[in-house]
């Protein structure tokens, strides 16, 4: 039994439901930033309920982001070996910046924002979830930085099989990077948007009663599924020149593996522009809430976006074997020796506790999705004499 | 500049022990203190505030060892390959049944509640089987790979140390539950503190003890040693008078001291093999590049302290016990 097919299937396991829960937080964070603000500066009184309402689904997503992350940081130490060895010099950087600039003040202002319903200054209460969305942000560069730099290891030369630094700023000039973390983001912004449409979308179906939450809320998000498609399709075309120049030839490599899952990318990304721009044009007389068959749409529709990434995943890391970092060191290299037995085990074992608790974390955003708000009365004074509070 | 890097990583991971030792300890004894939902639920919200700001410890540890120390990075989790998995398999259980325990109002909480235990479990068995490897050292050959060896890793000495690190942080959960757990818990916090000081003693003593007949130990990890057996006594005397807050913070010391004592074991050595003529790695061989070093030391300890001052101000707003008004967001 070889073990290198093994510890790249468990790290591409790990990573595949790692960014299932990122993209979404990324995406429904700044929707939840947005809503507050526009509570802060004197909205309606939807729009704080909003904040809690979708708050809570984040939450809910999140905790499955920090797990899936705190393993993969520990793989590249128990499987990939080889990487800190050749570029541990270089790359270890922006992962410890990743670390403790983004992530580390991330779940610390989380944390206080969390618990900080109803306690702390408004103005400060809304500030943390900027800061939240800030340093989420942040992380996605850092990661980003860090991924650009294994696609293409710009500002380093090797020396006796070792990668030196030559120039830290030529990793955020990265080819690989500039037009592909736009991308990222913006794909992440209509993961978001579709999530509260069709979450939205559910609950006219169910003719809710909360018409006004729910029309805001699918105002907010068609309109930003509007912005994060165009964004994602401009900064998706705009990543061809700049390929062809760092690694040309990549997408045709290993034939259909690259090419299928890159095309169905782009069928999905133009059908989610369309039907953003349909869906603004609905908006029109709140049409959109109207038209049942189009609501169903929304709701099956929520899963595509996390589908045209984990494609646009595949296309960018298979295009790149049998490199680990492009044409310095390879992955069959850089795999620890480790036998392929404990490596099956662990990678079962993973996998099997992801998906139980990838299914329970959905089951869970569906249940408190399908719940809908708080009623108004409960949002509004927090009864004292509850046994229990709940944060968000 | 190696020596402080090398000091950034020990502040971290000892921070985390600290911090996230007592969430583990309080998830071990969540079903002995909380007898009924409404007690399980603020037993949780006693760390509730704190937690995911404790939990990312690790992950910034782990960024700092795999920036500044990415030889190291590179061996001493491959070199320890199952007890590792356990770890983040027990910590991954832990983490996410915490966080999803609570999120729907109306439904079963019994598998989350398992769940929390049993990963408290593995989580404390698994740090403690990982650092009494990393004293041992690790079944790496003479180039330094791992050679696989599963008995070698689960060796009667790291089995103690696994054991041990139940009771230490068993012990810190208790002290912490006596200080932020309502009023009606903490007579049984308290006893419960008290009935493991024999066994973290007993674990200190024999893991000294046995560890000094197993390896050579250069003279630096004196003062980690004498750091824990210090704390406990200070632990020992604290829970005695009832001064709670002192309890905890002794035990949190204790709990964090074990991984101090491994990162001076062997100084300058900051890894060796356990095979016969095996692998050594020296502490300036580990790190990165001057030039790195230095690049990170404009960025991180900045950004260290600007997020401890932030949690300080968590542990301010919240150093009294739960309450009816509390928020319990767990």
Redesign the interface.
């Known amino acids: 039994m070889d073990a290198l097919p093994i510890a790249r299937l468990q790290f591409a396991t790990t990573t595949s439901f790692h960014f299932l829960f990122v993209l979404l937080t990324l995406g429904l964070v700044t929707l939840v930033a947005v809503m507050q603000t526009r509570s802060a500066f004197g909205g309606k009184p939807e729009l704080t309920r909003m904040t809690r309402f979708w708050g ?1 689904l984040y ?2 997503n ?3 982001g ?6 993969m ?2 793989q ?4 990939w ?5 050749v570029a ?6 922006p ?7 983004a ?3 991330e ?6 924002w ?2 900080g ?1 109803g ?1 702390l200054n408004e103005w400060v209460h809304l500030t943390l979830i900027w800061l939240v969305t800030l340093t989420a942000y942040a992380s996605a560069l850092f990661i980003m930085v860090a991924n650009s730099f294994l696609q293409n290891p710009v500002g380093t030369h090797a020396e006796n099989g070792v990668l ?2 030559d120039d ?1 700023g030529a990793l955020f000039t990265n080819p690989a990077l500039t037009m592909s973390l736009p991308h990222v983001l913006s794909a992440a912004l209509l993961t978001g948007g579709f999530f509260v449409v069709g979450v939205s979308a559910y609950h006219f179906l169910k003719r809710t009663t909360e018409i006004e939450f729910f029309r805001r809320s699918m105002r907010v998000g068609v309109l930003t599924s509007l912005v994060g498609s165009t964004l994602v399709i401009g900064f998706g075309f705009a990543q061809f020149g700049p390929l062809g120049e760092y690694h040309p030839g990549k997408l045709e490599s290993p034939g259909a593996l690259v090419g299928a899952p890159l095309g169905f990318m782009i069928q999905i990304g133009f059908i989610a522009f369309l039907a953003s721009i349909l869906g603004t044009l609905l908006l029109f007389r709140n049409w959109i809430t109207k038209v049942r068959p189009l609501l169903y749409v929304m709701v099956l529709a929520i899963p595509l976006p996390f589908v045209a990434a984990i494609f646009g995943w595949l296309v960018r890391e298979i295009g790149r074997q049998p490199w680990l970092i492009r044409g310095q060191l390879t992955t069959a290299d850089a795999v ?4 392929a037995g ?1 490596i099956l ?2 990678f079962i ?2 996998t099997l ?2 998906l139980v ?1 990838a299914i ?2 959905w089951v ?1 955003m569906s ?2 999705a399908k719940r809908g708000p708080e009623p108004v009365e409960e949002a509004a004074a927090p009864r ?2 509850l ?6 | 500049m190696v020596i402080l890097w090398w000091c950034v990583l020990g502040f971290l991971t000892a921070g985390y022990f600290a911090l996230a030792g007592y969430d583990y300890g309080v998830g071990l004894l969540l079903g002995r203190i909380g007898r009924d939902e409404a007690g399980r639920r603020r037993v949780l919200g006693a760390f509730g505030p704190f937690f995911l700001a404790n939990e990312v410890w690790l992950v910034a540890a782990v960024g700092v060892l795999f920036g500044a120390f990415p030889k190291l990075e590179g061996k001493v989790f491959s070199g320890a390959y199952l007890p590792v998995v356990t770890l983040l398999l027990g910590l991954v259980t832990f983490t996410a049944a915490v966080q999803l325990r609570s999120r729907r109002p109306d439904a079963g909480r019994g598998a989350w509640t398992l769940a929390i235990t049993v990963g408290a479990w593995v989580t404390a068995m698994s740090w403690g089987v990982f650092l009494g490897n990393l004293v041992l050292g690790l079944p790496l050959d003479a180039a330094g790979k791992p050679t696989g060896d599963v008995l070698a890793v689960f060796s009667p000495y790291a089995l103690l140390w696994g054991a041990g690190f139940v009771a230490l942080f068993a012990l810190q959960g208790a002290a912490f539950l006596a200080v932020r757990a309502p009023a009606e818990f903490t007579a049984r916090t308290n006893r419960i503190a008290k009935a493991l000081l024999a066994p973290s003693l007993a674990f200190l003593v024999v893991a000294v003890g046995w560890g000094a007949f197993e390896v050579a130990a250069s003279w630096t990890v004196l003062p980690a040693i004498v750091l824990a057996f210090g704390a406990l006594g200070i632990a020992y005397a604290a829970l005695r008078a009832g001064r709670h807050k002192t309890a905890l913070i002794a035990t949190m010391t204790l709990s964090a001291s074990p991984v101090l004592a491994v990162g001076t074991l062997r100084l300058p050595d900051v890894l060796v093999s356990s095979v016969d003529g095996g692998f050594s790695l020296g502490l300036t061989e580990a790190a990165s590049s001057t030039e790195m070093l230095t690049l990170l030391t404009f960025v991180l300890p900045p950004a260290l302290v600007v997020i401890a001052a932030v949690q300080g101000v968590t542990w301010r707003r919240n150093d009294d016990r739960v309450d009816q008004r509390s928020l319990l967001h767990f």
């Open positions: 809570r939450v809910i999140y905790a499955l920090i797990v899936t992350g705190i393993v940081e520990f590249f130490g128990l499987t070996t080889g990487l800190s060895a541990g010099d270089v790359f270890g950087a992962l410890a910046i990743e670390t403790l600039v992530f580390f003040a779940s610390t202002f989380l944390g206080l969390i618990f319903w306690r030196k630094l830290f620890a020796g480790i036998p404990q085990f662990s074992a993973f506790l992801f608790l329970a974390d869970l249940r408190v004292t004499e046994p229990v509070l709940s944060g968000v």
